[in-house]
């Protein structure tokens, strides 16, 4: 079983940078898929950013409202994901959840979350 523990969540202005990272309790380096969902008060939660491990390659996919101002990477040395979010905006306060897949038709393990606040 995989635990992931959340950090970087914190209070920014608008236009603002943060680093999320994602700490993961084994080697990540054989984990098929990690990534970030959001949960803002009163939505469902929702994808933001997902990196999967093609044996050399990674591949990273984003939902349209972050792309160009987020940016998911991982490293295997440190079994950490990170979220460079940069350019933040008032609709990306949210709960940041990472997760960790580790084969494609595998449970899917979640963190415990990290609050993000764009305020003025």
């Known amino acids: 079983q995989v635990q992931l523990v959340e950090s970087g969540g914190d209070l920014v202005q608008p236009g603002g940078s943060l680093r999320l990272s994602c700490a993961a309790s084994?080697?990540?380096?054989?984990?098929?898929?990690m990534g970030w969902y959001r949960q803002a008060p009163g939505k469902q939660r929702e994808p933001v950013a997902t990196?999967?491990?093609?044996?050399?390659?990674?591949?990273?996919n984003y939902r349209d409202s972050v792309k160009g101002r987020f940016t998911i990477s991982r490293d295997n040395a440190k079994n950490t994901v990170y979220l460079q979010m940069n350019s933040l905006k008032l609709e990306d306060t949210a709960v940041y959840y990472c997760?960790?897949?580790?084969?494609?038709?595998?449970?899917?393990?979640w963190g415990q979350g990290t609050q993000v606040t764009v305020s003025l």
């Open positions: 997760y960790a897949r580790p084969t494609l038709h595998s449970t899917t393990y």
């Open positions: 084994e080697s990540i380096f054989s984990i098929y898929a």
């Open positions: 990196i999967a491990s093609g044996g050399s390659t990674n591949y990273t």
